[in-house]
Each structure stands twice: as structure tokens, then as C-alpha cells.
């Protein structure tokens, strides 16, 4: 069993991959956290600013995101004011807008997400950048 438990350790895909992704949104968060904002919340914030308005519903498949996480960041994202609901055409629907206070909290994060972006980019070298890309687009094609 000892064996079994040192291979999964050492070549688990999914567990390094979990420990990668906690290790670099710690680098975001901890430049994001003086905005009182955290890395989930930027990306829904980036994803209402690029589609203008959305569904949650939108937001959790466009971000691969459960519907508990959606609706607990939305709902404090809206309770701090950077994003509002607003009657969808249909008059049953509601659309996520970002707010005026939003639009500003994504303009003065800017500078830190680049300083954020940097850090990452040095933790995962050049190699590692390019790999995520290659992913990226690979998974594009299937998704």
C-alpha cells in the first residue's frame, strides 16, 4: 500500500493540479485582498464586464463554476455594489449588470492583477505558461 500512496502522491494529475491552482490564486488573492476582493470574484466581475449583462446560468457555464459559488459571490458582490440585477428583455429573467462602483473596482485592480499576473508567470516559467495555453485551446475545441 505504502508504494500505491507514494505513486498517487508524487504523479496524481488532479492533485497537482489542485495544489497548483490554490498556490496561484493565493498569489492573486493576496494582491487582490486590499480591494476587498478575491481572485473568483474578479473573474465573474471580468466575466459580466466582457458580456455586458448575464444569467448566472451564463456565468457558471462560461466560467465552468458550480451554481452554490455563482450565487454565494453574487450575491456579495451585489451586497458591496459592483454588480446589480436588471430585468432581462423577457420581463421573467434577470441580468447581472456590472455597476458604475464595479466598472472602478476593475480599473484600480488593474495594476495589482498585472503584479499578481507576474508572480505567476515567474512561478510557472515560460514552459509552464505556454502549456496552460496549449491546454487552453485544446479544451476550447472540446468544450
Not at 43 to 53: D, G, Q, T, Y
Not at 82 to 100: A, C, M, N, Y
Amino acid at each position: 500500500m505504502k508504494h500505491t500512496d507514494k505513486t498517487i502522491a508524487r504523479k496524481c494529475i488532479a492533485m497537482r493540479i489542485r495544489l497548483l491552482n490554490r498556490v496561484v490564486t493565493k498569489v492573486y488573492d493576496d494582491y487582490l485582498r486590499p480591494y476587498g476582493l478575491r481572485t473568483a470574484q474578479m473573474n465573474i466581475l471580468v466575466a459580466v464586464s466582457f458580456m455586458k449583462s448575464a444569467t448566472p446560468s451564463e456565468i457558471e457555464r462560461r466560467l465552468y463554476l458550480e451554481k452554490s459559488t455563482v450565487s454565494r459571490n453574487v450575491d456579495r458582490m451585489r451586497q458591496r455594489g459592483w454588480l446589480e440585477f436588471v430585468p432581462g428583455k423577457d420581463g421573467r429573467s434577470h441580468q447581472l449588470q456590472l455597476t458604475p462602483q464595479g466598472g472602478k473596482l476593475l480599473s484600480k485592480t488593474i495594476t495589482p492583477w498585472k503584479q499578481a499576473q507576474q508572480k505567476a508567470e515567474a512561478l510557472l516559467g515560460k514552459e509552464g505558461v505556454t502549456s496552460l495555453s496549449r491546454i487552453e485551446t485544446a479544451l476550447g475545441d472540446k468544450a
